[in-house]
């Protein structure tokens, strides 16, 4: 019997807005949160280092590219969050440019209201990335201790020590720079809790390495061509070169495994990675943002979501996602069941773009670059 959409997400239709919206943070005022770890911890006795090449050269590339957030970056950089939002050409979601606004909740607005909606939106999306750095913090650690090659031990090690930092520098720019926090999102907590229940190591691999680190690193691309304020734009080429190492740990280590995979196991894996898609796409409503604004999601999100620049932005998510499903076979296994699936997303005309196997290579950062000079 074939998996429905019902099954994997929750709902039949992909788009069902108020199916989407009615998924909420019910826990917003807690500190602590625990996930059950149903992973088993591996030791190996094969010690030989670099019996695979291609993870081998990852983890030497790591080891001279670490960079500390703390001295590296400019953090006297003076921050006028309403001058940064009134100069980022994305602060309004393009709602303001040849859109009709009549009889719609932003019919009224002033130009404070705008600008307010923009420095909302900015705290909602470093926290997210926040909050998402920290679930890499915690599946990297997992690794480390699930996957049973040695060179992959060595080489998720550093990303330990690299997701501890974009933690640290994300928190730092929220609470010095920025004016205010959002918990986390609750279609992002889902994926994370699932990715951190999976009992396989490689279920880690493909929803963190692949699908949550593919997307930031797209994001995390897209704001840092778009911003003008200049701290943000070197923290992000910063943690841009580490998560483009990241995304090629896990294609490198996928590739060689899923080769190995059954046909239904294979089709488990296309299924997750459908499943994390939609709900990476789902939080990127910024639900939270619009509450806060005093406005109704279910009436606004139709309006906003006709945007061309928040349309592009949705579909940019997935540069990264895309070719990486297809350089893993995962695309086209099963008759193209996840082939289909990213075509009703819409994000398909990705697959040929470049994969992050290789592409690491070309977000490193020069010599030099990171001793505290802009990027």
């Known amino acids: 019997m074939s998996t429905t959409n019902e099954d994997l997400i929750g709902r039949t239709d992909v788009n069902d807005l108020e199916a989407i919206l009615s998924i909420t943070n019910t826990d917003v005022d807690e500190l602590v949160h625990a996930v ?13 280092k670099g019996k695979r090449p291609a993870l081998n050269k990852l983890y030497e590339k790591a080891k001279t590219s670490q960079w500390n957030g703390e001295t590296d970056l400019p953090w006297d950089t003076e921050v006028d969050q309403e001058a940064v939002v ?10 303001r440019d040849g859109m009709d606004l009549r009889g719609t909740g932003f019919e009224h607005w002033d130009d404070a209201q705008w600008v307010q909606m923009g420095v909302e939106s900015q705290n909602w999306t470093l926290s997210q990335f926040l909050h998402g750095e920290q679930g890499a913090l915690i599946c990297t650690a997992k690794i ?24 640290e520098v994300f928190a730092k720019y929220l609470d010095t720079k920025l004016s205010g926090h959002y918990p986390i999102n609750a279609h992002l907590k889902m994926l994370l809790d ?51 190492r990241h995304v090629a740990f896990g294609v ?51 309006l906003v979501m006709m945007s061309p620049q928040r349309q592009m932005f949705q579909q940019m998510l997935f540069t990264k996602i895309v070719p990486n499903c297809k350089k893993l076979g995962l695309l086209d296994a099963g008759d193209g069941w996840l082939r289909q699936r990213f075509g009703e997303l819409g994000v398909i005309q990705f697959e040929n ?7 690491y290579e070309a977000f490193a950062l020069a010599e030099g670059e990171a001793e505290g000079q802009p990027a």
């Open 252 to 302: 490198l280590s996928l590739k060689e495994y899923y080769a190995e995979l059954t046909q239904a196991e294979i089709k488990e894996r296309q299924e997750f990675a459908f499943e994390a898609a939609v709900r990476m796409r789902d939080r990127f409503l910024q639900q939270e943002v619009w509450e806060r604004m005093g406005l109704e999601p279910k009436k606004v999100l139709p």
């Open 144 to 167: 480390v201790e699930t996957v049973p090659w040695i060179d992959a031990k060595y080489y998720a090690s550093t990303q330990v020590m690299d997701e501890a930092r974009h933690v």
């Open 86 to 95: 009134m100069a980022n050409a994305d602060a309004n979601a393009g709602l």
């Open 36 to 48: 059950a770890d149903n992973a088993d911890a591996i030791f190996t006795w094969d010690y030989e």
């Open 194 to 244: 699932d990715i951190v229940n999976d009992s396989r190591w490689d279920m880690t691999y493909l929803g963190m390495q692949i699908m949550v680190e593919g997307l930031a690193l797209a994001a995390f691309g897209f704001i840092h061509q778009l911003t003008t304020e200049p701290l943000l734009k070197q923290l992000l080429r910063y943690v841009m070169s580490d998560e483009a």
């Open 353 to 359: 773009w470049a994969d992050t196997g290789e592409e």
